[in-house]
């Protein structure tokens, strides 16, 4: 069993910065991807950021531009920097990390982007 552990979440004003981590329990040298997805109030889950082993990038358009989806092996953590961030980020959002033999999700945590 694998754990994601994800922090980074908060409050912060329309125009500011967060990143995201995702701290996995077991090495993620041989992922076969890792992505980040959100969920508004009301709204279904969305990929906002993917990426696969091969180094293929795939970004919600509302976020391209804005959001980087990063990992660190040596620290088992997968990243999502986000910038010049709007009300309409507001979400909770969850990692998911996917080995050949598996696919795991973080347990979500919460952004909230005031006005």
């Known amino acids: 069993q694998v754990q994601l552990v994800e922090s980074g979440g908060g409050l912060v004003q329309a125009g500011g910065s967060l990143r995201l981590s995702c701290a996995a329990s077991r090495s993620i040298f041989s992922i076969n991807a890792m992505g980040w997805y959100r969920q508004a109030p009301g709204k279904q889950r969305e990929l906002v950021a993917a990426k696969t082993s091969g180094g293929s990038t795939n970004y919600a358009d509302s976020v391209k531009g804005r959001f980087t989806i990063s990992r660190d092996n040596a620290k088992n953590t997968v990243y999502l920097q986000m910038n010049s961030l709007k009300p309409e980020d507001t979400a909770v959002y969850y990692c998911?990390?996917?080995w050949g033999w598996g696919d795991y999700w973080g347990q979500g945590t919460q952004v909230t982007v005031s006005s």
């Open positions: 998911n990390v996917q």
